[in-house]
């Protein structure tokens, strides 16, 4: 298909992504801490932040008996975005957790980008929590495009810019989640599974708009 420079597809939102996807064991299978940042610029509902964090991902408890929450200041936004989307990703198919976690206000929201490459974090607030998500030693910008059969929802094409974390870390009031930073194939390449994500954009074809 020739490559045209306008995209005649219906763009559903656009933001940034990172996550931070942690293991105790590099080698197991599962991971023991799944999260996820949102900033979305743009979407049918509007603009909003979130963090998303199961530190007890295949256990059907929500906070405060586990870490497994969402905080945000759209709700409905993010109630889209989790059934359309994180349900669908790969690594968080099937996760009971996602189910029971809680769903949180935001009250604010603070961005220290540092230099992006040394480190970078998020730290959302909210009904009595504080998240904390912090990415080190970045490589380079990495454009990224996935077509519709390669994506997580299968209905979409995606479009963004990532930057590995060689290390990161997870810390809830505080205290940080247990697991390390492990790899992972993404689209025939070996890659963090801390990364940054930035300028990302869902889109469905223009056949299915």
């Not at 801490?33 to 743009?42: I, K, M, N, P």
């Not at 059907?60 to 669908?88: E, H, L």
Request: with cysteine.
């Amino acid at each position: 298909m020739t490559r045209v420079s306008i995209n005649p597809g219906r763009v559903d939102w656009s933001g940034e992504n990172p996550g931070i996807y942690l293991k105790s064991d590099p080698s197991a299978d599962t991971y023991d801490v799944l999260s996820l940042f949102f900033r979305v610029v743009l979407s049918p509902f509007g603009r909003g932040h979130a963090g998303l964090v199961l530190g007890q991902p295949d256990h059907d408890v929500g906070w405060p008996d586990a870490p497994n929450f969402i905080m945000t200041d759209n709700q409905r936004m993010m109630r889209w975005i989790v059934d359309g989307w994180v349900s669908k990703m790969p690594t968080f198919v099937g996760k009971s957790g996602l189910k029971a976690m809680a769903w949180l206000d935001c009250d604010s929201v603070e961005r220290r980008p540092g230099d992006l490459k040394t480190r970078y974090s998020e730290t959302v607030r909210g009904s009595g929590v504080t998240l904390e998500m912090i990415w080190r030693d970045m490589g380079p910008p990495l454009p990224v495009e996935v077509t519709t059969e390669n994506s997580a929802t299968k209905a979409h094409e995606m479009y963004s810019v990532f930057l590995e974390a060689r290390s990161a870390e997870v810390r809830v009031n505080g205290t940080p989640l247990p697991g390390q930073v492990a790899e992972r194939q993404f689209f025939g390449r070996t890659m963090s599974t801390a990364f940054l994500a930035f300028s990302e954009t869902w889109v469905t074809p223009a056949e299915d708009a």
